[in-house]
């Protein structure tokens, strides 16, 4: 009897551990992704959130409150999941959510073609932004990979490459954006970032 109960568990087990990947390779892919957005004091400022549309594409919709108010300000998926608002620099000075790294860049083209890349961030006079628009740059599921990503608010506009005559590139004697404008669009700090999850309801 006793024999029989272990064959008869061993078999459970073993059927188990058949099934459990099959589950997860059956598992589908995100509907959509969300980003809660904190400032550099930890508050809370706002959602964004990134869902497939049946019709194709991916919409990209913003709500945001406490920036700075007016003007434009630059914002993209950046290529890692960490939102350090006390990161500082290797000589200790401040750089909150710079944790997050570059510019979400898998075809390692240049600002503003980076995949990542979205269209500036338009702050009313009492500090609150909300847009939404459609993508077809990207895939919800293609921002949760084994780093991560996060949706970072920069401090300034973003010229998007596009960069007055006073700029100068290699060869110093061409016009032309400049190594750093070619990577961040001269977005400059960062106010606010969110990690990418998968979407809560």
Avoid at 56 to 72: F, I, K, Q, S
Avoid at 126 to 142: M, W
């Amino acid at each position: 009897m006793q024999l029989r109960l272990i064959l008869v568990l061993g078999l459970i087990a073993a059927a188990t551990a058949l099934l459990v990947p099959v589950a997860l390779a059956q598992r589908p892919a995100p509907r959509g992704t969300e980003a809660i957005l904190i400032g550099a004091d930890g508050r809370t400022l706002g959602r964004v959130t990134m869902e497939r549309r049946a019709s194709g594409g991916v919409e990209v919709r913003y709500r945001v409150r406490g920036l700075p108010p007016g003007d434009y300000k630059a914002t993209h998926v950046h290529e890692v999941g960490t939102c350090d608002r006390a990161f500082r620099t290797a000589d200790g000075t401040p750089a909150p959510f710079t944790s997050a790294g570059g510019h979400w860049n898998p075809t390692g083209d240049s600002h503003s073609s980076h995949l990542g890349d979205f269209p500036p961030l338009q702050v009313s006079l009492g500090g609150t932004a909300e847009t939404t628009f459609v993508t077809d740059r990207f895939q919800p599921s293609q921002l949760l990979d084994a780093n991560g990503s996060a949706v970072v608010i920069h401090a300034n506009r973003d010229n998007q490459g596009n960069v007055p005559g006073r700029y100068r590139s290699e060869p110093a004697d061409q016009n032309g954006p400049d190594a750093a404008t070619l990577a961040t669009g001269d977005a400059g700090g960062r106010l606010a970032c969110g990690v990418v999850r998968p979407i809560r309801r």
